[in-house]
Structure formats: C-alpha cells, structure tokens
Nanobody, 109 residues
C-alpha cells in the first residue's frame, strides 16, 4: 500500500525558512518523478524532481525553494527560504497518482 507522509510545516515570519519532508512507503522514489503542490486554493505545481535529478520550479519560487531527494531514505525535501505571505498554503507531496495528506505552511507579515 502506498503512503506519503509530509512534515515540517508551521508558522514562520516573512523572510524566514522552513524545510518540508515527504517520506514514502510502497512506491520507490528513485524511479519516479516527485512533485510538491500547494492549494492556494487551487492546486499549483511548486517544484518537481525527476528520476534523473532534473528539477523545475514555479516562477514565483525560483531562487527561493530547492527540491531534493534521498533515495536511500525514500524521502523528498523542499527547502523554502525567504518566505513571504503569498507562500501560505497547504503543501502536498505527489508521486504518480498518489497524494499525501498535506502540511500547513503559514507565513505572517
């Protein structure tokens, strides 16, 4: 059974940083593209990393967010720096057709 568990969300002031984690079971991250979406309130692609390590980002987060993976831990990360209130959303880890439960990120002014 596939399970994706996100963690690392929270409340931070503008200009601060957070690091999100997504740990997966039942599906290998090493052979799949992994993506982070956020609901703002619609679903918006934030960042993705392919099986070959190719990354892409939404224009609004380029230079501030970094996606990475640790295949040995079957975990993907999203390092978020220079956060602003517009980054406030529920963030979801997505692998294939599977979505995690999401983790809340709130950025105050």
């Amino acid at each position: 059974q596939v399970q994706l568990v996100e963690s690392g969300g929270g409340l931070v002031q503008a200009g601060g940083s957070l690091r999100l984690s997504c740990a997966g079971t039942g599906i290998p991250f090493s052979i799949n593209t992994i993506a982070w979406y956020r609901r703002v309130p619609g679903k918006q692609l934030v960042a993705a990393i392919s099986r070959d390590g190719i990354t892409n980002y939404a224009d609004s987060v380029k230079g501030r967010f970094t996606i990475s993976r640790d295949n040995a831990k079957n975990t993907v990360y999203l390092q978020m720096n220079s956060l602003n209130p517009e980054d406030t959303a529920v963030y979801y880890c997505v692998v294939g057709n599977y979505w995690g439960q999401g983790t809340q990120v709130t950025v105050s002014s």
